[in-house]
C-alpha cells in the first residue's frame, strides 16, 4: 500500500501534462489511469485526436503504472515507445497502464487508449528507466542511477 505522501507524488503532472488537462484517476499495484476530454486545441486537421496527444496519453499512463509498482516510487523516464494507432480519438479518453515487469533499473509497460464506451482506439508498449529523485529546495528532479 502506498503512503499518502507517494500517492501525492503520483498524482503531480509534469507542466506539460497538467497543461494538456489530463485528469489522474488512479494508479496502483503497477496499474493506472488517466482521462481527458478533447478540446479544439487536441485534435489536428481531421478533427480527432492529434496523434501526440494520443501518445502522451498512453506514455504518461504506462509511467505511472511503472511508479506505482515501485515500492520505492522512483521516478522513470521513457526510454522506447511503440504505439498502434487503431481508430480515431473523440470525444472523453480514457488511458489504462500496466506495469508487467520490472528490473533494478528498467519498467517494461503496456497501455490502452479507450473512448468513453470502452471502445480500443490505440495502444502502446514501453520501456522506462527508473531513477532516483531528488529533492532539492526548489525543485524535485531525477537524476540517473549509478
Same mark, same amino acid.
Given at each position: 500500500m502506498q503512503s499518502?505522501?507517494?500517492?501525492? #507524488?503520483?498524482? +503531480?503532472?509534469?507542466?506539460?501534462?497538467? *497543461?494538456? !488537462? @489530463?485528469?489522474?484517476? +488512479?494508479? *496502483? #499495484? !503497477?496499474q493506472s489511469e488517466i482521462m481527458l476530454r478533447l478540446a479544439p486545441h487536441h485534435?489536428? !486537421?481531421? =478533427?480527432? @485526436?492529434? =496523434? =501526440?496527444?494520443?501518445?502522451?496519453?498512453?506514455?504518461?499512463?504506462?509511467a505511472l503504472a511503472a511508479r506505482s509498482a515501485d515500492p520505492a516510487n522512483m521516478a522513470v523516464v521513457t526510454i522506447e515507445m511503440k504505439t498502434s494507432f487503431?481508430?480515431?480519438? /473523440? !470525444?472523453?479518453?480514457?488511458?489504462? =497502464?500496466?506495469?508487467?515487469?520490472? +528490473?533494478t533499473s528498467m519498467a517494461f509497460c503496456r497501455a490502452d487508449l /479507450?473512448? @468513453?464506451s470502452g471502445r480500443l482506439l490505440a495502444q502502446a508498449m514501453g520501456t522506462f528507466r527508473r531513477m532516483p529523485v531528488v529533492h532539492? +529546495? $526548489? $525543485?524535485?528532479?531525477?537524476?540517473?542511477? #549509478?
Open positions: 499518502p505522501d507517494q500517492r501525492t #507524488d503520483l498524482t +503531480s503532472f509534469t507542466p506539460f501534462v497538467e *497543461h494538456l !488537462g @489530463a485528469e489522474f484517476v +488512479s494508479a *496502483h #499495484d !503497477g485534435l489536428n !486537421g481531421l =478533427g480527432v @485526436a492529434h =496523434g =501526440g496527444v494520443v501518445m502522451t496519453l498512453l506514455d504518461v499512463t504506462m487503431l481508430r480515431p480519438a /473523440k !470525444g472523453e479518453l480514457h488511458a489504462f =497502464g500496466y506495469c508487467d515487469h520490472r +528490473s /479507450k473512448d @468513453a532539492r +529546495s $526548489s $525543485s524535485v528532479s531525477a537524476v540517473p542511477a #549509478d
